[in-house]
């Protein structure tokens, strides 16, 4: 697969940036493709809200490769503080060149406190990093799972993009990395850091896009397969199960099937490989208790894909986001 890179500045269109998702494996829509070149263009961070799996962080990973911009990645968590975000002190390397100063004699404490206060100490963590290296992709992965007080200080960062070290003073950025914020909407996030976004809701893919994703991430797959494995999906994902499978779950069923040789999904191989898709045991007590058969769409004779009046490829909104999974 054509693998090339390109500048901020080289991006003219959403449809020059669909083009560049589609060349790494990325396949999208207008809606996702222009959001993303809007917030590329205007130095603004892309904000993509969505349930697990449908491709918010993979997209950031796919803008890095288009870019050839390292990818910086910011996990967040609960209890995630600034310190944890910004920078650190080695005080193992401090402790040892204060020693090591010691034993050749060394008295003079103001210059010693500021040695050890030397850039070479310190630590760099995302946010610093992502300032200190042009360009960049700073991926800012589920930040609904941080706190609200991290929250406000993400954003007094993205606002300037400077960071003030109180030993070596202030940092700026020569010019703004890319930033990828990314939610699955475990709780609100607050409307100020929105609000400094562009934001794009991702939906799962349709049932057509899920096949081209499969064919396209899975060479090895059957058409047939590909087509059955994405019904499916669909049809699981309006099951009420704790856990919708999202492309990286079909994707890994669909790897599964086909490592053991199989061209299309009867509710034996479904049976012995729903580890693969659903990841809760309720959800597939769930399945087995509705009926595999019924749930899969896998009627003897049928390929599996949507029937008339089924949910596959309509479950999500109309104009689904694009997604891509390894």
Known sequence: MLRRTTTVAGLDSPGTLAELLDHH???????????AFL???????????????????ELAKTLSAILGAPLIRLQCYEGLDAAQ??????????????????ATGATDARALEGE??????????????????????????????????????????????????????????????VVVVTSNRTRE?????KR????????????????????RRLPGCAERLAAEVAGAAARLRAAGLVKPPGVAETLD?????TTLGAVRLDPELAAVTLGA?????????????????TLLGAAPGSTGGPTPGSTAGSTADPAPGGTRHA
Do not use: N
């Open 196 to 215: 400094r976004c562009i934001y794009h809701w991702l939906e799962h893919p349709d049932f057509d896009r899920e096949v081209a994703i499969l064919l």
């Open 116 to 177: 050890i206060y030397d850039r070479r100490f310190l630590i760099a963590r995302p946010l610093l990093k992502a300032v200190e290296t042009q360009p960049s992709v700073l991926l800012v992965d589920e930040i609904d799972r941080a706190d609200d007080e991290f929250e406000a200080f993400l954003l007094e960062v993205l606002s300037d993009f400077t960071i003030s070290i109180p030993e070596l003073g202030t940092i700026r950025a020569e010019s703004p990395p």
């Open 277 to 293: 898709v659903l990841k809760y045991r309720e959800d597939q007590d769930a399945v087995r208790t509705q009926g595999l058969r």
């Open 189 to 193: 996030v607050h409307d100020a850091l």
């Open 253 to 257: 069923w669909a790897r599964a099937l």
């Open 85 to 102: 975000a910004l920078y650190d002190w080695d005080f193992a390397r401090q402790l040892l060149h204060l020693k090591a100063a010691e």
């Open 25 to 35: 494996d990325y396949l999208t829509d207008d809606g996702l493709a222009t959001a």
């Open 39 to 57: 917030a590329v263009r205007m130095g603004r961070p892309l904000f993509l809200e969505g349930e697990a799996g449908v491709g918010k962080t």
